[in-house]
């Protein structure tokens, strides 16, 4: 690859704070860039935006899903960035390559009922039950990402204040807190993961596992798993449905989609606007309250006014007749 790619992808780490996930994801899509780009006799730093619609294309043929596709095309513009900024190319040919349309699945989640019923499932007493409550818990209140939760620290809670620090993508730090269940599961727990920790062994993740180490995103995720199977839930459940929950439960409940975003951590305003989707009862409550032709006490309200005036048209036929 080129060495301005490496640079790029080191910056990309250290500079933009992006995961390690990510960036080796990048690695591999801007080795198929630059391949591509030599098998034209062109070089990265001076292709062009001909160049870059081709190995758009070479994906598309090739089998790649529009999502990874946009993803690739994001790490090529991501790159020219890099590249423009430090003076080491003249012009971004990717800058008005639009990305393919990528329709958005609707996330798993749990209806309100359906999350009481899980949270209860770990009923026993003991070191795993009472972590596994407080675990459930906190997904549920914080709407953490799973990553979040098994990176966070001792250190990062504020059990007076009812809040923790969590780091997000990017490094970005936000708050999130604790509802009165979630605080109680932890109160119980902590006493259980202090006795757990050996004398000679300091640990700072909050969850740890039966052998005293921070527990993994791995094992949040089995252990979802193995509660669903017990629950005989017919859900596919993975880590992600609480925060899915989480934040379908905020907006369906009248929280402003703005104040869900910051929650969540998201960036943009669009990725949080697929928890709308739940909200159509409220959205038809507010619509029935709000709309002078949809709200049928105010309708009514019409009829005396409809039949002093002697209208024989259709919608004023129909008042008179509902008022009969």
Not at 115 to 136: E, H, K, Q
Not at 182 to 211: C, W
Not at 250 to 275: C, F, K, P, W
Request: hydrophobic residues 40%; positive net charge; charged residues 25%.
């Amino acid at each position: 690859m080129s060495v301005r790619i490496e640079e790029y992808l080191a910056y990309a780490d250290a500079v933009r704070s992006l995961s390690a996930r990510t960036v080796s994801a990048y690695r591999e899509d801007l080795k198929l860039y630059a391949e591509c780009c030599s098998r034209a006799g062109n070089e990265v730093e001076t292709a062009s935006a001909a160049d870059v619609r081709a190995f758009v294309a070479e994906l598309v043929r090739n089998g790649y899903a529009n999502a990874s596709v946009n993803r690739a095309l994001s790490a090529v513009k991501g790159l020219y960035r890099y590249l423009l900024r430090f003076g080491l190319c003249q012009v971004n040919p990717a800058r008005d390559i639009e990305s393919l349309p990528n329709p958005r699945k609707l996330p798993e989640f749990l209806f309100e009922d359906e999350m009481r019923d899980f949270l209860s499932l770990p009923a026993d007493d003991g070191f795993t039950a009472a972590r596994d409550r407080a675990l459930f818990e906190c997904m549920y209140s914080t709407g953490c990402r799973v990553s979040e939760i098994a990176s966070m620290k001792l250190d990062d809670l504020d059990i007076e204040g009812k809040k923790a620090r969590v780091k997000g993508k990017g490094a970005k730090e936000r708050v999130v807190f604790f509802s009165a269940l979630a605080l109680a599961g932890l109160q119980d727990y902590l006493p259980y993961r202090a006795a757990r920790l050996r004398k000679d062994k300091t640990e700072n993740s909050l969850f740890i596992n039966s052998r005293g180490s921070g527990i993994s995103p791995r094992g949040i995720a089995w252990l979802i798993e193995r509660y669903a199977a017990r629950s005989g839930m017919q859900k596919r459940l993975s880590p992600h449905a609480f925060r899915h929950s989480f934040a379908t439960h905020l907006v369906s409940n009248g929280a402003d989609i703005r104040t869900v975003q910051a929650m969540l951590g998201h960036e943009s305003i669009s990725t949080t606007q697929i928890y709308t989707h739940v909200n159509i009862e409220r959205l038809r409550d507010v619509y029935a309250k709000a709309h002078p032709h949809a709200d049928r006490v105010r309708r009514l309200a019409t009829v005396p006014a409809a039949r002093a005036a002697g209208h024989t048209s259709k919608a004023g036929k129909e008042l008179l007749e509902e008022q009969r």
